[in-house]
């Protein structure tokens, strides 16, 4: 009789699911991303995951927090959390502290036991302390920044700090870093453009695919795969030998253009400083007018390895 995970087995191979069945990941925070986050890496059937929140299910938590039911209002997040996951996999260690992180009870947590560690806290202490301790462990870190206001999911990305516009907590948090000498952090933001006066309000499936991209992003990156075909974002002033371009505006939804679509050879020199006239390759001049918005494009340059 096939297990719970045969179906996750036939996609990754024995070796995948073997990577995954070993990884430790610690979540802190479990409202409505984490909770999301948790339960996606315990469908995933890793060894063991650490859940760390303080906080209970309240009747306002129904619109997007996973575990928010009228039958468990008023119950801890993180053992309503852990007994869901127990009920998936009864092989999983779960972990629990019903606990704020902050600086008193930053000690409770040795970070080095954890292959990943993913942030979906609400302050802006808490993130920045964990993400200097993560940092001065060597453990990767993924931190989820605000998401109140927010609407449309599809606008939703992983990147480098450096890289966010529309967020005011991934400013501060930037800011803060930066003092501490801390430059490249891997974050989720949204580049969905809010009203000036924020509501402080949320719906259900902005949360939740937030919650499912972190998961995703830690199992690709525990497997290795993210490798195969690494993205980096860089301003307009580049020197670079590239085979596959894909062009994203700053203020529009996402364009890819695929390998088989792009008009150019593999190894194409670009050459370019900020200035669209000054692209050297007639083909890419004409993909960045067509696609140009008033100021700003974002290159996102993708390497496929060979």
């Known amino acids: 009789m096939p297990d719970a995970f045969s179906r996750m087995e036939m996609l990754l191979g024995d070796a995948g699911a073997d990577k995954l069945s070993r990884a430790r990941i610690a979540v802190f925070g479990l409202c409505g991303t984490g909770s999301f986050t948790a ?24 619109n997007r927090q996973l575990y928010a039911l009228r039958s468990t209002v008023g119950r801890s997040n993180v053992q309503i959390a852990k007994m869901r996951i127990r009920d998936i996999d009864e092989g999983i260690l779960v972990h629990t502290y019903e606990t704020f992180y902050n600086a008193e009870t930053a000690g409770m947590f040795d970070l080095k036991n954890y292959d ?36 449309n999911p599809s606008r939703l990305e992983i990147m480098d700090i450096s890289r966010s516009k529309m967020c005011p907590m991934a400013k501060r948090i930037r800011a803060e870093l930066r ?14 453009r809010t009203a000036d006066v924020q509501t402080h309000g949320s719906i259900s499936f902005v949360p939740g695919t937030a919650g499912m991209l972190l998961a995703g992003m830690v199992v690709r990156e525990l497997l290795g795969k993210s490798g195969s075909i690494s993205r980096m974002i860089w301003r307009l ?3 670079s030998t ?54 700003a494009l974002i290159f996102s340059i993708q390497r496929i390895c060979a």
């Open 237 to 239: 002033k580049l020197l």
């Open 116 to 151: 990943y560690i993913i942030d979906t806290m609400n302050t802006v202490e808490s993130k920045v302390l964990l993400i200097e301790n993560a940092k001065a462990c060597g453990v990767p870190v993924i931190s989820c920044m605000d998401l109140e206001d927010k609407l």
């Open 242 to 295: 590239v085979q596959c371009v894909s062009l994203i505006p700053a203020d529009a939804c996402s364009v890819i253009i695929s390998p088989e679509e792009m008009p150019i050879r593999a190894h194409v020199p670009i050459h370019a400083d900020g200035n669209m006239r000054s692209w050297k390759s007639p083909d890419l001049g004409n993909i960045c007018r067509y696609m140009r918005m008033k100021e």
């Open 39 to 62: 339960e996606a890496l315990a469908r995933c059937g890793v060894a063991s995951l650490t859940l760390v929140d303080n906080g209970t299910v309240s009747v306002t938590d129904i």
């Open 179 to 192: 003092r501490k000498g801390i430059r490249r952090v891997k974050v989720l933001c949204s580049r969905e």
